[in-house]
């Protein structure tokens, strides 16, 4: 130390003293610095985030806070951050850029939240994640670019917020995808879902919780996926709503019980001037006798 110190004197020697202080002098009071590159900051009831790290930090644990928001420039500054985790916080929204820069990250986790929305390529420059946590929010937008870029991802929890419907291109533009989960959603089973339906179905393998778990609602009634079937959306190639379907088949159904008593009526009718009209002729023949 006493070297550094002399140092000291000169502005650009001290600078070189802090990019090589020791670990302890940069750790965040109520944080916790496990090693070198890794910071413990759960369970102590921050706002936020403490803002100075030591700047190759790797592995951020920032769980069960109160967390409002990520600040824009964090990857800026930490652009080593491989692992974060945000769970069990209070964001409600992420700022647009915030990942702009966050080209190491592999894990993030922001369960347990309240956002809203994902906007589009949100997570852009996050090619190396590999795991998305945005189960427990309460997202009821996720936009169809919301996933862009994110090449490596292999798993996706959206479960448990309020989504009722989900473009599959956000999920069609996930090469890596291995596991996703999509139960504890409202989600609705019309003929917009029916789409999702289909990409489930070609994809349980990668339903973690099985697609048994998922349930949509038809016209206030919850039904599990597994008693749906290809045919229940057999008709939304026409773009149509399940209820439009059925008030076609309604409509079909009531247009042939007309056609039917109608002709019943105009057969009646036509035997009736039938019958009647030979009758007529008897009573001449019997008149004529
Ligand atoms: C969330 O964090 C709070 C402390 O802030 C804790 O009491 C609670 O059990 C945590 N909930 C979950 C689901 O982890
Ligand atoms: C989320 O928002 C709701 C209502 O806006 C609030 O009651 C709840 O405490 C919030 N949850 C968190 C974890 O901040
Ligand atoms: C969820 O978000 C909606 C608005 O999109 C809001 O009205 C509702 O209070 C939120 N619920 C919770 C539990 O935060």
Redesign the pocket.
């Known amino acids: 130390m006493l070297p550094c110190f002399h140092f000291c004197i000169s502005p650009l020697f001290c600078f070189c003293c802090l990019l090589i202080l020791p670990l302890g002098l940069l750790c965040p009071s109520v944080c916790t610095c496990l090693d070198y590159h890794t910071i413990d900051c759960r369970d102590q009831g921050l706002p936020s985030l403490p803002n100075l790290f030591p700047l190759d930090i790797r592995k951020l644990l920032a769980a069960n806070n109160h967390i409002q928001s990520i600040p824009g420039d964090l990857f800026l500054f930490y652009a080593d951050l491989v692992y974060l985790d945000l769970r069990n916080n209070s964001l409600t929204s992420l700022e647009e850029g915030t990942f702009s820069t966050s080209t190491r990250l592999v894990f993030l986790d922001l369960s347990y939240n ?1 956002l ?1 929305q994902l906007d589009a390529g949100i997570f852009k420059s996050a090619e190396k994640l590999i795991k998305l946590s945005l189960g427990n929010n ?1 997202l ?1 937008e996720v936009h169809e670019d919301a996933f862009e870029n994110l090449e490596s991802l292999q798993v996706l929890e959206l479960n448990d917020n ?1 989504l009722q419907s989900l473009s599959i291109s956000a999920l069609e533009s996930l090469p890596s995808l291995r596991t996703i989960r999509l139960e504890g959603n409202p989600w609705i089973c019309d003929c917009e879902f029916a789409n999702l339906f289909f990409w489930i179905d070609e994809n349980s393998n990668k339903i973690q919780k099985g697609v048994e778990e998922i349930q949509c609602s038809l016209e206030e009634r919850k039904v599990f996926l597994h008693e749906l079937s290809d045919i229940s959306f057999s008709e939304c190639k026409f773009t149509l709503s399940l209820t439009d379907f059925l008030i076609i088949i309604f409509s079909g159904v009531a247009v042939s019980i007309a056609a039917i008593f109608s002709s019943f009526f105009l057969a009646t009718t036509v035997h009736c001037f039938h019958r009647c009209a030979p009758s007529k002729d008897e009573d001449e023949d019997e008149d004529d006798d």
């Open positions: 309240n809203t309460n009821s309020n």
